[in-house]
């Protein structure tokens, strides 16, 4: 089955760590996609890669880091310097088409700050 | 600044009536993306409108685009229970590749 997957689902973080969230797709999509999501509210672009090796900052990338070595995988990072991080952390993927690049999300991972 | 806003935020509505949400953005664009997110759940893609007066229709939801009042609908037709969700739109400023920017949601409750 292609998908997107994340992991983990749920993620508790003493202040000061740094932690990775995972975001791996099989659906052979070029761009890749972090949003982020708060209670009530709409989602907002950290970081977004339309190819291997490249990406660009969305709204709000203070506080995370992202890398894409690989076509399939987006890990974000939330660093210590990103001073609220506790919120819904969704992945997304589409291909890269003027035609049609409608983005799939995957099922979130919930950061909680402790 | 790309500004996207939904009207109304909150929805509660009995089973059998009819009722519109809207979605109005502030720049131009011609994508609008329609997605639906149950509870704690992830965002499901509803509807891709990528013209000027594109209309596309799943069982009791019809969503539309017009680029020149920068309006898009959601029009729900003798609501069920089973569409209590909240509903999101999405407007995309790129002009190749995919960059959205979503309104805040409108929580969707439909009531026996």
């Known amino acids: 089955d292609g998908g997107i997957t994340q992991s983990p689902k749920y993620l508790f973080r003493k202040e000061g760590q740094n932690v990775t969230l995972s975001c791996e797709q099989n659906l052979n999509h070029d761009a890749m996609y972090w949003y982020r999501q708060d209670p009530g509210q709409g989602l907002r672009l950290i970081y977004y890669s339309q190819i291997v090796n490249d990406f660009q900052k969305g709204d709000i990338a203070e506080g995370y880091s992202v890398s894409r070595e690989k076509k399939e995988s987006f890990p974000l990072t939330v660093t210590s310097a990103q001073k609220n991080p506790t919120a819904f952390y969704l992945c997304?993927?589409?291909?890269?088409?003027?035609?049609?690049?409608?983005?799939?999300f995957g099922p979130g991972t919930r950061l909680t700050v402790l | 600044e790309l500004k996207v806003e939904q009207n109304p935020l909150f929805l509660s509505m009995q089973e059998g009536k009819n009722y519109t949400i809207y979605c109005n953005y502030s720049?131009?664009?011609?994508?609008l993306y329609w997605y639906r997110q149950d509870p704690g759940k992830s965002l499901e893609s509803l509807f891709v409108?990528?013209?000027?007066?594109a209309v596309k229709q799943e069982g009791r939801l019809m969503a539309s685009l017009d680029t020149k009042a920068r309006l898009s609908t959601l029009h729900i037709t003798a609501a069920v229970h089973d569409l209590s969700a909240t509903y999101f739109c999405a407007v995309d400023k790129e002009t190749s590749g995919s960059r959205l920017t979503f309104g805040e949601g409108t929580q969707l409750t439909v009531n026996p």
């Open positions: 409108l990528l013209s000027n007066g």
């Open positions: 997304a993927s589409s291909i890269v088409s003027a035609a049609r690049d409608e983005q799939f």
């Open positions: 720049t131009t664009s011609d994508r």
